[in-house]
């Protein structure tokens, strides 16, 4: 069968093409119909810019119904989208472009010289802009192009994504998402989460990453169903939208938000039928504050990036406080010790999974790729977590070290590395506190040799070189490190003293 991921979700279009797949916060409609022939257009762009079958093309650009367009527009193409944080500075774009090599790099117009003089240095031979507003130099190169180009078929295993993830050595870690991880894991979801055409999807998360991307987008494009796309997530709008809507996506920070005025209600949440939280752990008094107010029980659901979601409590039945659900139908999941052997129900190890949706490994980096699967196919999450004996799993930790901010995944190896390389310092060690909005604040503990470093030029230093989310918070300086007998450094220590910090 001639069959490609865009194809798929194309076939799901609504017979009426004219119905409408996004509303905008200043009243723009974009229809299923718009969506079909802008990435048609779009995809006839890339390819006479000298795109073929299999490159990368890297966007880092704003929220906007384009840069959905565009999404579509590479995978009709058969190309593979690797979207970029926004936040993202110079030095790791470089990284990224070295690594991926892509053949075309679609960048916000304001950062245009920035970006092609990265990309000399790097070798992308094309760089093009778009905006928020239908602008940008790949739109005035598409609006000749056809609005009926044919899609590319590819094989399931051929490669739709990469999406770059924090790695505990500093250096990120491009997750490979093939046509079927993202198409098995769509139509799992838009399912198993009762999905509809006559559904309203509340959207206001980015789309740099799997969460905005392909799981709140793809349960859309498939049902037929309509979003109101918001740019970023906004109190007030929110509040405003909500009644209109029916299904509500989030990390915990949006709720947390959403509770701290007394405007937000059950009227506010009257036409809901559903409220996902996920990206972050969700804490109890979010869930059961939440559930007081508005008569709805958030449903919590556990994904990475290397997978899409892989469970997810029911949308009929039991939603249990501090769990993230079952395996998904198509997923297989358990929890091994450290030496992979296979442990009981309820007792904690390290959780694996296994299906469809599992990536297909590291963009060039074989050996880690070896590392983070066993022989029968399972790939090692690396969180801890246990499964109850109704087969509910509950996350007790995460991956050394990892911190999750605002929904971001951050390891601190990465900011560690950039403080330590400052003058003035001898040594660093990143963690993450509990934060009431964010969840988590990155906190970096460093020891100076110069006592007249101040903590405002280390996180005035971190701006320049890193993302803005991994910048700290807070930075506080101690005579030393504790460390263990071995001399390792005792992160636990260090988070239980600041624990209280915000």
Request: hydrophobic share 40%; glycine share 8%.
């Amino acid at each position: 069968m001639t069959t490609s991921l865009f194809m798929r979700i194309r076939d799901r279009f609504p017979a009426d093409t004219s119905r409408v797949l996004m509303e905008t916060p200043d009243g723009r409609t974009y229809s299923y119909a718009d969506a079909d022939q802008e990435s048609s257009r779009f995809a006839a762009t890339l390819v006479a810019l000298g795109a073929q079958k299999g490159d990368r093309i890297a966007v880092q650009v704003d929220k906007s119904p384009e840069s959905l367009f565009l999404y579509l527009g590479c995978i009709r193409a058969g190309l593979v989208y690797l979207p970029l944080n926004t936040a993202y500075q110079a030095e790791e774009l470089a990284y990224f472009m070295n690594n991926a090599a892509p053949v075309v790099f679609v960048c916000q117009p304001g950062r245009e010289d920035e970006v092609r003089h990265i990309a000399r240095e790097q070798d992308v031979a094309v760089v093009m802009t778009l905006g928020t507003e239908g602008d940008g130099s790949i739109i005035d190169a598409s609006q000749d192009q056809t609005t009926d180009f044919p899609a590319v078929a590819c094989a399931d295993d051929d490669l739709a994504a990469i999406l770059y993830t924090s790695g505990t050595t500093g250096k990120p870690k491009g997750a490979m998402m093939t046509q079927i991880n993202l198409w098995s894991n769509a139509t799992t979801l838009e399912k198993l989460w009762g999905f509809t055409r006559v559904d309203v999807l509340f959207h206001a998360l980015p789309v740099f990453h799997t969460h905005g991307l392909f799981i709140a987008c793809h349960c859309v494009l498939l049902s037929g169903s309509k979003m109101y796309f918001a740019p970023r997530f906004d109190r007030d709008e929110a509040l405003k939208v909500l009644p209109c809507c029916t299904v509500m996506m989030g990390v915990p920070t949006f709720y947390v938000r959403l509770l701290a005025g007394n405007d937000f209600t059950a009227e506010t949440t009257r036409n809901m039928r559903l409220f996902i939280s996920g990206s972050a752990p969700l804490l109890p008094e979010t869930f059961m504050a939440f559930q007081r107010r508005t008569g709805h029980t958030l449903l919590e659901r556990y994904g990475m990036t290397e997978m899409g979601m892989a469970t997810s409590n029911p949308l009929d039945g039991e939603r249990i406080v501090h769990t993230v659900g079952q395996a998904l139908p198509d997923v297989d999941i358990r929890v091994t010790d450290d030496a992979g052997r296979v442990l009981p129900a309820g007792q904690v190890g390290v959780l694996e999974a296994r299906g469809p949706n599992v990536f297909a490994g590291y963009w060039k980096m074989p050996e880690k790729t070896r590392e983070e699967f066993r022989d029968d196919g399972f790939f090692i999450t690396g969180d801890i977590a246990l499964i109850d004996d109704r087969g509910y799993v509950h996350i007790v930790g995460r991956a050394k070290d990892l911190v999750i901010t605002g929904g971001f995944n951050v390891y601190p190896k990465e900011i560690e590395t950039a403080i330590d390389d400052l003058d003035g310092v001898l040594e660093s060690a990143v963690i993450g506190v509990p934060h009431p909005d964010f969840g988590e604040a990155i906190v970096a503990i460093v020891v100076r040799t110069d006592p007249c470093l101040a903590d405002q030029m280390i996180i005035d230093a971190i701006k320049g070189r890193l993302a803005n989310f991994k910048v700290p918070k807070k930075v506080i300086f101690v005579p030393d490190l504790p460390r263990n007998a071995m001399g390792k450094v005792q992160k636990n220590i260090l988070r239980d003293q600041y624990q209280n910090l915000f």
